[in-house]
């Protein structure tokens, strides 16, 4: 769910944060008193593009941050942002911020790393469904659509099956094209995989044999300097007149005398024998290290020229030993299948035409499933879209399957079929594809009409209304309003309407308003209490007569109220 959003500097607005709670949000208030600029802001930070025109006058950059409570949120968020190179959001808060300047200067942040507006449109979309005026409107994506179909029809088994097959006939293709070369290109390709494998099996790499290596040139380069060092020791230890063990021995004397004055003392003369076995043990691993010790210009060459090897095929193959010992194997493997190109290409034929074979018959079996639920998914929406004031409306779902040639020029990740939403709001007229509709408020009821249907089914969780209203009146804004509402036991819904109706359906209750601060005019929005609750919906009944209120408060008292 979407948590809060903070703006600074866009249009009105010079510092605003909302934040939200779960269930049906309302943003009411007085025409230009700026509640579009909160469905703006979401655009920018859902990675629409950015209008220098809409930061603030006399400002020089606009920010919008926007904070995402991710716990329920179904897409693969985590494999993403690590794909994308990307900070993990921290107690399932992810936090998306977008800034511009007067200057043209664009920058976009996800959980405080810097990214780009493609990756921040992609997660845009998973996380908000925008409905009204704007471009954010996944209905209209074919792809989207038949997603909500098989979503509608339980069908995602049988989908990600046809996936599957789809991916392993795509292998197999690769594959068998890296094979299907012209003979001189068969040629250059054998002779430098021959010389990849063959220098890198000469290397006898073993995979954690680089760090020994080089701990033992850094010794044998600094052999003089570790003798010397190593003699020092020895004199400070046991060889000088002032050596460690000769004052030990003194101190040990001192201590026997004192332990013959005081027994008590037999502590300290326990703790200076076992000091003297350690310093005469350190003596001896000092000497034997030593003695361990001698200058051997040729193993200096060879480790020199071990580890130089290394570095070259590193730089060759990869940054690893690792990397560069997987490499030796997958050459050595294509090596292999190019050798034997022949004998391949006839096994990956087999196994193509097997897959292709399967993966028709998986299409056609979801095209089935597909075809029988879509005239129930058209029924249950058309019939949600009387009750949301289109009496003779039609809604269709057109479906184009591929034949098994198209199939096999075109395959599709997500089966046979081409899926149209389609919309006919007036009796006597054509359907057309949802994406003619001219009205956005035509639009956004047949949104709400398709997410009621499909409330428990889909991924989104944020959805967005704006003029869903528009045109309605009477018992269909009663209606939008409860609609609203259940769709907000299973997502949250963020709406900006002008209809009592509507907003009196909230379970929380916004208002923007316009504030002169300064000379300068602002807008600003506030969370309502019960108390102001009536008294804004009041005003959207007309004024704030008895009569007003009471309708206000009788609307707030209905069943979809606090939903």
Known sequence: MLVSVRIKNLALVTDLTLELEPGLNVITGETGAGKSVILGALNLVLGQRADRGLIRSGEDSCTVEAVFDTTRLRAPLKAFLDESGLEPCEDHQLVVKRSFSASGTNRQFINGSPTNLTTLSTLGAWLVDMHGPHDHQSLLHPSRQLAMLDAFGALD???????????????????????VVDERTYAQQLDLLRFQVQEIAQGRLQADEELPLQEELQRVSNVSRLMELSRGAMELLSEGDSAIITQAGQLGRSLQELLRLDPSARDLQDLHAQSVALIQELSQAVSHYADRLESDPSRLSELEERLGLIQSLKRKYGGSLTEVIEFGAQAADKLQRLEGRE??????????????????????????????????????????LQELGFKQSQFDLRLRTQTEAELALAPRATGLDEIEF?????????????????????????????????????????????????????????????????????????????????AASASTHYVVSKQIKNG???????????????????????????????HAEELLQKPAAGL
């Open 343 to 384: 004998e391949e290409l006839i096994r990956l034929r087999s196994q193509m035409s097997q897959i292709q074979s399967r993966l028709w018959k998986a299409g056609m079996e979801l095209s089935q499933q597909r075809a029988k639920i879509a005239p129930k998914l058209s029924k249950d929406v058309s019939r949600q």
């Open 157 to 179: 088994e049988a989908r990600e099956r046809f996936t599957q097959l789809g991916r392993q006939l795509k292998e197999l293709q690769q594959q068998a094209n890296e094979l």
């Open 422 to 502: 389609q919309f006919a709001p007036n009796p006597g007229e054509p359907s057309q594809p949802l994406r003619s509709i001219a009205s956005s408020g035509e639009m956004a009821r047949v949104m709400l009409a398709i997410k009621t249907v499909l409330a428990t089914q889909d991924e989104v969780p944020v959805l967005v209304f704006d003029e869903v209203d528009a045109n309605v009146g009477g018992e269909t804004a009663q209606v939008v309003g409860q609609k609203m509402a259940q769709i907000a036991r299973q997502r949250q819904v963020l709406c900006i309407t002008h209809l009592a109706p509507v």
């Open 520 to 550: 300068r005019t602002t807008s600003e929005i506030d969370r309502l209490s019960k108390e102001d609750r009536v008294t804004e919906i009041a005003r959207m009944l007309g004024g704030q007569s008895n009569a007003a209120r009471k």
